[in-house]
T-cell receptor, first 114, second 117 residues
Framework: EAQVTQNPRYLITVTGKKLTVTCSQN?????MSWYRQDPGLGLRQIYY???????DKGDVPEGYKVSRKEKRNFPLILESPSPNQTSLYFC?????????????FGNGTRLTVT | AQKITQTQPGMFVQEKEAVTLDCTYD???????LFWYKQPSSGEMIFLIY??????QNATEGRYSLNFQKARKSANLVISASQLGDSAMYFC??????????????FGSGTRLSIRP
């Protein structure tokens, strides 16, 4: 089944403890992206990747890191999480960056930082 | 700068009625794509419908149609004969056509639709 898989679904952690949210897609998509969803703000882009080894900042990159060493994987790293990073996170992918292509989303990761 | 505005935070509609969810956008790029996504209470994001800026006809997908008014920069989602399962959050999104700008897909703040039985 074609899908974007995020893990974990739920994560509770403490301030400053490094964490990684994994994202993997099995559709050979070139484009991958991370979003955070907060009430009243919709989805905001954190980082995106046009292809392997090509990543760039979105609108809210502070406090996050990403890497794209393989086409299928695009992990999101929080080196020192803070409470303002408590949010619902989505990984998404598309075949390429063509404007006609919709995003395929993972099921989301709900992160709580205390 | 590209921007998406959804002015209806929440809506209540009677089952079987049609409903229109508003979306306005702003872009200086003549080439762009507009999308609607549904997010049920379970949290996943489901792609509903796409409209290209050069498309002459309004997009339709089953009970979903897009009322695209290019001059007004609006792309309203119309759901005909609403069902209880349509209760969800709905997001409008835009993707510009240029190489670098197409990398950024922006979303509106969403409209929470509740269908009354």
């Amino acid at each position: 089944e074609a899908q974007v898989t995020q893990n974990p679904r739920y994560l509770i952690t403490v301030t400053g403890k490094k964490l990684t949210v994994t994202c993997s897609q099995n559709m050979n998509h070139e484009y991958m992206s991370w979003y955070r969803q907060d009430p009243g703000l919709g989805l905001r882009q954190i980082y995106y990747s046009m292809n392997v080894e090509v990543t760039d900042k979105g609108d809210v990159p502070e406090g996050y890191k990403v890497s794209r060493k393989e086409k299928r994987n695009f992990p999101l790293i929080l080196e020192s999480p803070s409470p303002n990073q408590t949010s619902l996170y989505f990984c998404a992918s598309s075949l390429s960056f063509n404007r006609e292509l919709p995003l395929h989303f993972g099921n989301g990761t709900r992160l709580t930082v205390t | 700068a590209q921007k998406i505005t959804q002015t209806q935070p929440g809506m209540f509609v009677q089952e079987k009625e049609a409903v229109t969810l508003d979306c306005t956008y702003d872009t200086s790029d003549p080439s762009y794509g507009l999308f609607w996504y549904k997010q049920p209470s379970s949290g996943e994001m489901i792609f509903l419908i796409y409209q290209g800026s050069y498309d002459q006809q309004n997009a339709t997908e089953g009970r979903y149609s897009l009322n695209f008014q290019k001059a007004r920069k609006s792309a309203n989602l119309v759901i005909s004969a609403s069902q209880l399962g349509d209760s969800a959050m709905y997001f409008c999104a835009m993707r510009e056509g240029g190489y670098s700008s197409a990398s950024k897909i922006i979303f509106g703040s969403g409209t929470r639709l509740s269908i009354r039985p």
